[in-house]
């Protein structure tokens, strides 16, 4: 691999390493959120005591006999997840202007439309060189010849 190569690899890896840090918060506030679903309030509530009188079920009003300490970890609980949902959307609202900055790179710095397909679908779709091939009609070989060279352009074009 090229110089050249090596930074335009650099700079359009940019957008799947935030693509996975993206993906990487979304499982935690995914865990945070299934978590806080968990917790208990500490209301009183009226539920169904299992007993079934004349047909009818049998309700009675139910305390959770919670600590005064839970209500502290419930709220801080929340406080975690509203906090990680807000990083969440941050960053995927940087990634997303990632994506169309370096899209509009790509349509700066690069002449050919297939090379231009062959770096954005590579980089920005996360498609493998037969994917590719399959839209722009060429081997999964001569995709990535042709990818090499868009690569060797972009490096040379970028700062």
Same mark, same amino acid.
């Given at each position: 691999m090229t110089e050249n190569q090596r930074k335009a690899?650099?700079?359009?890896? @940019?957008?799947r390493k935030a693509c996975v840090q993206v993906h990487y918060l979304k499982l935690e506030v995914d865990f945070l959120r299934a978590q806080a679903e968990n917790l208990k309030s500490d209301t009183i509530e009226t539920g169904w005591t299992g007993r079934m009188i004349m047909g009818e079920k049998e309700t009675a009003q139910i305390g959770r006999g919670r600590k005064p300490a839970d209500n502290r970890q419930q709220e801080m609980a929340l406080c975690h997840l509203a906090d990680m949902s807000t990083k969440l959307d941050k960053?995927?609202?940087d990634a997303q202007a990632l994506n169309m900055e370096i899209s /509009? /790179?790509?349509?700066d710095?690069?002449?050919s439309i297939e090379k231009r397909i062959c770096l954005k679908m590579r980089h920005l779709l996360n498609k493998k060189f037969r994917e590719i091939g399959e839209v722009i009609s060429y081997?999964? @070989?001569?995709?990535?010849r042709i990818y090499h060279e868009a690569l060797e352009d972009f490096g040379r074009r970028i700062k």
């Open positions: 690899r650099d700079y359009l890896d @940019q957008y960053k995927r609202n /509009a /790179a790509i349509d710095f690069v002449d081997t999964e @070989q001569h995709t990535s």
